[in-house]
């Protein structure tokens, strides 16, 4: 019992060249991609180095300004203990021997909480009314102050913050303040100092002319004290950004992170805390902040040849990949699939040519014309066995009407006359019963071969009709050219013995002639089967007048 066999429903189908294409294109792509994550892993590891640099200017920098600020609070504690050694009548000229000048110090000041004023020590004392009234006027400002009251309450060096008030900051100015206790640890006054942040700014220029890293620095109360370079748009004293103040305002002294500034550029910061002691609140916030390279920018002016290398070669891949593709697979590929789709169109004749390139697509194709080979040959025989008689081998009924309709087309076209013959060999059933249906197959094979022998050459055509009964179509033949081809074959077949079994076997053939006048065909193409019919009838009353009338004689209808 036959199988079914289940066939698989078609699936993506490409050319070959588009698949090859498709394999280096997936190849490079992935080669891209991966270059590009290591170009992204390459520029993240570059903005952590910016937070690295910018950290390392914070700290620069803040280690700057508390060395600064320790040699302030030396100085407070000298010019304290001279103080108290010669008294605040007489404790001048000692300052003026201090050249704190030469520290970049704003001023220098003191406050006498005995007599609630200010004093000016190494400047001319002014009793005047108007100069004590400026002196009380500056004393409540300085009190209002808050690290001034913290040294208050302290009773310890005090770093201030930033006042825009006071007569004696100007801008980048850091207040300080000490104690001062007589010899009966009393406390009798207040030391000041304002250093100016900017007086040193050779660390800062350096910095940012060397790396592009701003410096800020605010006070306790995130307000700016100093900031290079110097921006018309954010004065002294303004509050920290949000972002600043959430970095400042947590617990770790170090803070590194990105943000985006109001341009929408990436900046990377870090803030530095600055204390008097660990337990105590920083007193300063010292912020480095860098641009780092965009993603963009870090290709352009680091990996760009590479980048470019890569476009290079994807696109000569890509070329290379369809010469190549195209060269050893592809055009033999394609070369398959064309004789493939010819053959299943049901042309055998085509032949593929010498494919160069890849060995296993030229195996195929010599293996595709061998089999077309054999193919053609096999077709060809079945072919024949389907249009010829087996016995006999000469053309079947079937073949010799497909023969008969182009003969009577081509008739109708050049207008010339067919001659139909119907041949019948005479009492054959004589034969098969006398020598058996062997002897009658050795006769009819004799007639085939003297039939195909003698009207082959004039173009007849030849077929077993049937049995005994067998059929001639003469083109371009009239009836006295039928007439005497025919007479021929009767006169031959009446001299033919057929050997068979040590014996000779002796037959005569009845025919009969019908002639079809090519001018006088009709038009219409399906008319000519009748036509053709209607031959064959006649032909066959013709071949019957010639049994009736003695056999072995050939009669014309």
């Known amino acids: 019992m036959p199988t079914s066999v289940n066939t698989p429903p078609p699936g993506l189908s490409v050319s070959a060249k588009a698949a090859i294409m498709s394999v280096v294109f997936a190849a490079m792509f992935l080669l891209t991609v991966t270059s590009i994550y290591g170009v992204y892993a390459d520029w993240q590891n570059q903005k952590q180095e910016s937070?690295?640099?910018?950290?390392?200017?914070?700290?620069?920098?803040?280690?700057?300004?508390?060395?600064?600020?320790?040699?302030?609070?030396?100085?407070?504690?000298?010019?304290?203990?001279?103080?108290?050694?010669?008294?605040?009548?007489?404790?001048?000229?000692?300052?003026?021997?201090?050249?704190?000048?030469?520290?970049?110090?704003?001023?220098?000041?003191?406050?006498?909480?005995?007599?609630?004023?200010?004093?000016?020590?190494?400047?001319?004392?002014?009793?005047?009314?108007?100069?004590?009234?400026?002196?009380?006027?500056?004393?409540?400002?300085?009190?209002?102050?808050?690290?001034?009251?913290?040294?208050?309450?302290?009773?310890?060096?005090?770093?201030?913050?930033?006042?825009?008030?006071?007569?004696?900051?100007?801008?980048?100015?850091?207040?300080?303040?000490?104690?001062?206790?007589?010899?009966?640890?009393?406390?009798?006054a207040i030391a000041t100092a304002v250093l100016d942040i900017s007086s040193d700014d050779s660390v800062f220029r350096s910095i940012y002319d060397e790396q592009g890293i701003e410096i800020i620095f605010f006070d306790r109360w995130q307000k700016m004290l100093y900031r290079y370079p110097l921006r018309p748009d954010t004065p002294l004293g303004k509050l920290a950004s949000p972002h600043l103040i959430r970095a400042i305002n947590k617990e770790n002294d170090v803070e590194l992170f990105f943000e985006t500034d109001p341009f929408g550029r990436e900046r990377s910061y870090a803030v530095v805390k600055m204390r008097l002691g660990e337990e105590q609140d920083a007193y300063m916030h010292v912020v480095a902040s860098g641009n780092p390279l965009t993603f963009t920018e870090f290709i352009s002016s680091l990996y760009l040849p590479h980048m470019t290398g890569i476009s290079i070669a994807f696109v000569l891949s890509m070329l290379l990949a369809a010469i190549s593709g195209r060269l050893f697979f592809s055009r033999g590929l394609e070369s398959l699939a064309l004789r493939v789709?010819?053959?299943?169109?049901?042309?055998?004749?085509?032949?593929?040519?010498?494919?160069?390139?890849?060995?296993?697509?030229?195996?195929?194709?010599?293996?595709?014309?061998?089999?077309?080979?054999?193919?053609?040959?096999?077709?060809?025989?079945?072919?024949?066995?389907?249009?010829?008689?087996?016995?006999?081998?000469?053309?079947?009924?079937?073949?010799?009407?497909?023969?008969?309709?182009?003969?009577?087309?081509?008739?109708?076209r050049n207008k010339t006359p067919l001659a139909v013959a119907l041949m019948d060999l005479d009492h054959f059933k004589a034969v098969n019963d006398t020598y058996g249906h062997d002897g009658g197959d050795a006769v009819l094979r004799s007639f085939s071969s003297l039939l195909d022998r003698n009207l082959r050459t004039t173009d007849g055509l030849v077929a077993r009709f049937g049995g005994e009964e067998f059929v001639i179509l003469m083109p371009e033949t009239n009836l006295a050219g039928a007439t005497a081809a025919m007479e021929k074959i009767r006169l031959l077949v009446a001299e033919d013995a057929v050997p068979f079994d040590e014996k000779i076997i002796k037959y005569t053939v009845s025919v009969g002639i019908n002639i079809v006048s090519g001018g006088n065909l009709p038009a219409d193409s399906t008319a000519l089967g009748i036509v053709l019919e209607e031959a064959l009838k006649k032909a066959d009353s013709a071949l019957y007048h010639s049994k009736n009338n003695g056999r072995n004689q050939v009669f014309v209808y």
């Open 341 to 412: 789709d010819a053959v299943k169109s049901g042309d055998l004749s085509g032949r593929i040519n010498t494919v160069s390139g890849c060995r296993e697509i030229q195996v195929l194709a010599e293996g595709m014309n061998s089999m077309l080979d054999s193919l053609e040959k096999t077709n060809t025989q079945l072919q024949m066995l389907s249009n010829t008689d087996a016995l006999t081998g000469l053309y079947n009924r079937r073949h010799f009407y497909s023969l008969a309709d182009q003969e009577i087309k081509r008739a109708r």
């Open 51 to 188: 937070l690295k640099k910018v950290l390392t200017a914070a700290r620069d920098c803040a280690a700057q300004q508390k060395t600064r600020v320790m040699g302030t609070e030396i100085l407070l504690r000298t010019v304290a203990t001279a103080y108290v050694t010669f008294g605040k009548e007489n404790f001048s000229g000692y300052i003026r021997e201090i050249d704190w000048k030469s520290r970049e110090y704003i001023r220098i000041n003191f406050f006498d909480l005995d007599g609630g004023q200010m004093i000016f020590p190494g400047e001319e004392r002014d009793n005047s009314p108007e100069q004590q009234a400026i002196n009380r006027k500056q004393a409540e400002i300085m009190q209002n102050h808050a690290y001034f009251q913290d040294v208050l309450s302290t009773r310890r060096f005090t770093v201030g913050e930033y006042s825009a008030d006071s007569p004696f900051f100007a801008d980048a100015a850091l207040p300080m303040a000490i104690p001062v206790f007589d010899e009966g640890k009393h406390l009798t």
